[in-house]
């Protein structure tokens, strides 16, 4: 005889209302896609380039809130992850730099990541594409297909056996929730590491002999009078070519989009996850990757969320950190951020904040900031900044060495034309020189409303002055605030006992 309990349950078993199976529609379990484009900036029908084709990221904005002005913490690839996945600058998570090879950076053991933290919650993660982060202890998946494991063209640009690894992760998923994180290797460069796929791979898997095959794709090309070149990329034919290839492979990454997106609602969690589509830094054209100028840190941001409609193909204008990310994926699964410290007594606390609110109504966030200290284990180039309105302010805080520039950018067609065209003597139809590139004054300061192209430093004007003090008085406070080792540089030197305080070295800086 079945008691009032068990009655009960078999009532609601019928009525489907406990233990929804997977791919229930009325299971009310809530799950996280989270896909990040390498590379990848604002060459989308969604952010108005009316040249290229990208049917699936339009489609995804049709159900989403679009960001139009969402940044970055840090211009470069491993740094930007950590920050994604800990909600914690580069220099404090300890990421400073990439993490392959012989730059060796990873964050430190006792950080408390995302995935970690989901794990920790009962949680199921997966992650397809590149990982580019470290260690394994701090960034744990239950399920994992990244280039530890496989080659990461597979993983990262052939669309189809992303296709099959997301079919394969949602199938083995049980009535826990989920966090999944596909990460497209596309649209990066390929010149330095696989130069024999083109310039950003746009040939891999095309069918071509030698290139490989990849069913799911069909190619989309693009001749290079057809592109939308940015102001911040010169206008000359080596140029054009190379963003028609970039246009090429980050159709490859819409298509794959498209498909991971198919699966997801062919498994029946449509209805059910939160879906974030973002990038890791800005594109790897100059002032893109590696810089902390508009084209470096602004990124296409994109969330859907099945239980927000009301604001689905609205833009905002909020502005927006991809350091909130974290914050905003513990939120949507109610998992609290714990009370833990890195070094001596400071507890760590997340300066982003939950998006989730700005789904419902139009938020009034003005500030983001930024901080770079290096990309390749060479590019030691210290920059933190801070976007407050229309107001961006770069501290470049070793502004008297030379910018440097990474290898896959020096090889790449649009820097070997800047060269060439400069060594040459000739127009280089740039909004830069090479000198003023590398060489950056201390303080700079772009006021959008006015100068959209950052073209003339307002730093030292005195209608700026106060706003000046201002802005340099809020990054000061954020790199405090969030344990910055770089906090009293360059004129300064950071003794942290027995209190924390900048002690000053006259070096006329
Ligand atoms: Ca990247």
Redesign the pocket.
């Known amino acids: 005889m079945q008691s009032p309990v068990q009655k009960c349950m078999v009532a609601l078993l019928l009525l489907g209302l406990c233990n929804a199976r997977k791919g229930d529609p009325t299971n009310r379990s809530r799950n996280v896609l989270l896909i990040v484009a390498?590379?990848g900036g604002f060459e989308s029908g969604v952010y108005n380039n009316t040249v290229i084709k990208t049917p699936n990221l339009d489609a995804l904005a049709q159900r989403s809130l679009i960001f139009r002005n969402a940044f970055t913490s840090v211009s470069s690839?491993s740094p930007s992850r950590a920050s994604l996945l800990t909600g914690l600058p580069q220099h404090q998570n300890g990421m400073y730099g990439l993490h392959q090879d012989v730059h060796h950076f990873n964050s430190f053991d006792s950080v408390q990541s995302l995935p970690l933290l989901l794990n920790q919650a009962g949680i199921r993660t997966g992650i397809i594409g590149k990982k580019h982060v470290g260690p394994e202890a701090v960034y744990p998946f239950d399920f994992a297909y990244t280039e530890e494991n496989s080659s990461v063209l597979q993983v990262g640009r052939n669309i189809t056996r992303i296709k099959l690894l997301v079919r394969k992760f949602l199938q083995s998923v049980d009535e826990k929730p989920f966090f999944l994180y596909v990460a497209f290797h596309d649209p990066?460069r390929c010149g330095h590491s696989q130069p024999q796929y083109g310039a950003f791979c746009e040939k891999f898997g095309n069918g071509e002999p030698g290139m490989g095959w990849i069913p799911d794709w069909k190619p989309e090309l693009y001749h290079p009078d057809q592109v939308q070149v940015p102001y911040f990329v010169q206008d000359t034919p080596a140029a054009r070519e190379d963003l028609a290839a970039q246009y090429t492979t980050v159709g490859r990454m819409d298509q794959g989009l498209g498909l991971v997106l198919e699966e997801l609602r062919h498994a029946g969690f449509h209805n059910s996850t939160l879906v974030i589509y973002t990038s890791?830094?800005g594109i790897p054209f100059p002032s893109g990757?590696t810089n902390l100028y508009w084209p470096g840190t602004a990124e296409p941001l994109l969330i859907s969320s099945p239980e927000h409609p009301s604001r689905w193909g609205q833009v905002s204008s909020a502005y927006i950190s991809l350091l909130d990310i974290t914050p905003t994926i513990l939120d949507w699964f109610s998992v609290p951020y714990p009370r833990y410290s890195l070094f001596g007594k400071r507890i760590v606390q997340l300066t982003g904040k939950s998006l989730l609110p700005a789904l419902s109504l139009e938020p009034k966030w003005r500030t983001v900031f930024a901080s770079q200290s290096l990309h390749e284990v060479t590019m030691h180039y210290p920059m933190r900044a801070v976007q407050h309105g229309s107001l961006h302010f770069i501290h470049n805080l070793q502004n008297r060495t030379s910018f440097p520039i990474d290898q896959d950018f020096y090889v790449s067609p649009t820097f070997q034309d800047l060269l060439n065209r400069t060594q040459a003597g000739q127009p280089t139809h740039w909004n830069k020189t090479l000198r003023s590139y590398y060489y950056r004054d201390r303080w700079e300061l772009y006021d959008h409303s006015t100068d959209p192209t950052e073209s003339h430093n307002v730093a030292s004007d005195p209608r700026y002055a106060q706003a000046l003090e201002e802005l340099q008085r809020m990054l000061l406070k954020w790199q405090w605030e969030t344990s910055d080792p770089w906090v009293c540089a360059p004129d300064g030197v950071l003794e942290d006992k027995p209190v924390p305080r900048c002690w000053p070295l006259h070096n006329e800086l």
Do not use: G, I, K
Request: with cysteine; aromatic share 0%; hydrophobic share 0%.
């Open positions: 390498d590379d690839c990066h890791d830094n990757r």
